[in-house]
C-alpha cells in the first residue's frame, strides 16, 4: 500500500489578518495610501493524517475542548473562537471518518502552540508514539502554565511517555523526513513525504502560517521567537520545495504552494471528508 495525506479542519478562529503575518507590503499603509480597511480572517485550524507502511501518522492535533477556560483573556481579546466547539475540534472530526486516538501510531507536532497541540491530550492512554523537536520540548517544559500560546495542560504528560525527540532533518521512515524548521517556535518542525500520484508534500506548520506570508519576501508574525531563524526557515522550505517540485501546505490556510520547475503557484488545498492525496 502506498503513502496517502488526508487534511482535517478542526475549526475556525477569527482574528485581523496581520496576526498571521506583519507588516504585509499589500496591507501597509503609505504616502500614496494614507488609510485602507483591516481584513479579518477565519483561520482554520488544521491537521493531517499520512499512511504510510510504516504506521498512521497524525499531524498536529488542532485545539483542546477546553480552551475557553485555558486560553488567557488577552488571547481571547484578539482571536475570535466562537466557531470552535467540541463537534469541530479533533476527537469527534476523527470519529466523523471512523478514527479515534488509538488508530495512531504516531503523533508528530509542528511545534507545541495551543491551536496545535491542544488535541494532544487525547492521546494520553493511547499507544501512540509522540513526536517533536529536541528544541521545542526543551524550550516548552519550561513553561509552567500559559504563556506566549503556549498551554502546558496540553503536553505535560508527555514527558513521562518518552517522547521520541528530532534534531536536525531526519528520515524517520522512508520517503518521509522532518524538517527542522525553527523561528515561529524554537523548535518548530515540518513533514516531508514523498506520494506516488501527488508528489513531494511539505507540511510547512507555521513557518508559512499562510501563502501570502510565504512571500517573496517572507512576513514574520507576533508571536515568533526569533525572525532571523524564521526568515531562515522560510528560506529552506523554499529551497527544498523549489528542488523537489513540491506541494506546501501551510499551517493555516487552505490555499497551498506548488512549485513546478522553479516556478511557484497557488493551489487550493482540498481536506476530508471526501479527498485523499495519493
Request: charge should be negative.
Amino acid at each position: 500500500m502506498g503513502t496517502t495525506l488526508q487534511g482535517l479542519k478542526l475549526g475556525y478562529m477569527g482574528m485581523d489578518y496581520g496576526v498571521l503575518g506583519y507588516p504585509n507590503p499589500n496591507d501597509m499603509l503609505l504616502p500614496g495610501r494614507t488609510s485602507m480597511p483591516r481584513t479579518w480572517y477565519r483561520c482554520p485550524s488544521l491537521a493531517y493524517i499520512i499512511n504510510h507502511p510504516a504506521g498512521r501518522i497524525l499531524y498536529d492535533t488542532g485545539i483542546s475542548t477546553n480552551f475557553l477556560d485555558e486560553w488567557l483573556p488577552d488571547w481571547q481579546a484578539t482571536i475570535d473562537l466562537s466557531e470552535l466547539n467540541e463537534d469541530v475540534l479533533l476527537e469527534n472530526s476523527l470519529k466523523r471518518i471512523g478514527l479515534g486516538p488509538d488508530d495512531f501510531d504516531y503523533v508528530i507536532l509542528s511545534h507545541c502552540h495551543a491551536d496545535h497541540a491542544g488535541g494532544l491530550r487525547a492521546f494520553e492512554d493511547a499507544g501512540a508514539q509522540i513526536v517533536l523537536h529536541e528544541d521545542e520540548h526543551r524550550y516548552a517544559t519550561n513553561i509552567w502554565s500559559a504563556d506566549n500560546f503556549f498551554v502546558r495542560k496540553d503536553w505535560n504528560f508527555i514527558s513521562r511517555r518518552n517522547p521520541t525527540l528530532m534534531y536536525g532533518d531526519q528520515e524517520i521512515f522512508e520517503d518521509l523526513w522532518t524538517i527542522s524548521l525553527p523561528g515561529h517556535t524554537p523548535g518548530s518542525m515540518g513533514v516531508l513525504v514523498r506520494l506516488e500520484t501527488t508528489g513531494w508534500a511539505l507540511l510547512a506548520g507555521d513557518a508559512v502560517s499562510t501563502h501570502d506570508a510565504f512571500g517573496p519576501p517572507p512576513i514574520p508574525n507576533f508571536v515568533n521567537t526569533s525572525n532571523e531563524d524564521f526568515l531562515n526557515s522560510c528560506g529552506k522550505v523554499e529551497q527544498i520545495a523549489s528542488e523537489l517540485d513540491a506541494f506546501i501546505f501551510p499551517g493555516h490556510d487552505e490555499s497551498g504552494m506548488q512549485f513546478s520547475q522553479g516556478e511557484l503557484a497557488i493551489k487550493p488545498v482540498e481536506f476530508m471528508p471526501g479527498h485523499t492525496y495519493e
